[in-house]
T-cell receptor, first 113, second 113 residues
Framework: DGGITQSPKYLFRKEGQNVTLSCEQN?????MYWYRQDPGQGLRLIYY???????QKGDIAEGYSVSREKKESFPLTVTSAQKNPTAFYLC????????????FGPGTRLTVL | GENVEQHPSTLSVQEGDSAVIKCTYS??????FPWYKQELGKRPQLIID?????GEKKDQRIAVTLNKTAKHFSLHITETQPEDSAVYFC????????????FGTGTRLTVIP
């Protein structure tokens, strides 16, 4: 999991602004994932990508967008359409979509002011 | 979709005692069950996992049991130590296709010295 980085660690956003969270991995993993974590709740899947130039919606994709132009990178944009964006965002990757173990990045804590 | 329930939400034990966390799942097709440990503000770390072709797996002080018929699995920590204090998440997936993990809501374990 040391091969997955997220930036920034803390992010503050004003209401109505879009913001992009970075996720990079040097593990040569095909599959990447974005999760949202709220207090007292488990991780919920926002988007996932099985391969470059392909991505699918997870359980809570509304108000978010992603891209996967490079194997190493899977940025997440939190748009102004996301009604309650304050949360801890975690990126993960696995060798392939059919492989079990997901490794997590250190997370980005987003706060909307 | 899959629904994973986890109990208890909080657990306090004396150092040296055992701790047990239980999860149930709804999708009989799920066949991979990882457990993650998350310390405050840090990323989730995989501590143990089990596949549906076995009923129990051990790794030093940690063990996981799986009952496919009843659709539940449990984490057992023996000889608990203060450094075991963290939030523990169970998850389930089918290991096919997108390999989406469905997480429980977490158990906050406190080991009292």
């Amino acid at each position: 999991d040391g091969g997955i980085t997220q930036s920034p660690k803390y992010l503050f956003r004003k209401e109505g602004q879009n913001v992009t969270l970075s996720c990079e991995q040097n593990l040569n993993h095909d599959a990447m994932y974005w999760y949202r974590q709220d207090p007292g709740q488990g991780l919920r899947l926002i988007y996932y990508s099985q391969i470059v130039n392909d991505f699918q919606k997870g359980d809570i994709a509304e108000g978010y967008s992603v891209s996967r132009e490079k194997k190493e990178s899977f940025p997440l944009t939190v748009t102004s359409a996301q009604k309650n964006p304050t949360a801890f965002y975690l990126c993960a990757s696995s060798i392939s979509a059919g492989t079990d173990t997901q490794y997590f990045g250190p997370g980005t804590r987003l706060t909307v002011l | 979709g899959e629904n994973v329930e986890q109990h208890p939400s909080t657990l306090s034990v004396q150092e040296g005692d055992s701790a047990v966390i239980k999860c149930t799942y709804s999708d009989s097709a799920s066949n991979y069950f990882p457990w993650y440990k998350q310390e405050l503000g840090k990323r989730p770390q995989l501590i143990i996992d089990i596949r549906s072709n076995v009923g129990e797996k051990k790794d030093q002080r940690i063990a996981v049991t799986l009952n496919k018929t009843a659709k539940h699995f449990s984490l057992h920590i023996t000889e608990t130590q203060p450094e075991d204090s963290a939030v523990y998440f169970c998850a389930a997936s089918r290991r096919t296709g997108a390999n989406n993990l469905f997480f429980g809501t977490g158990t906050r374990l406190t080991v009292i010295p």
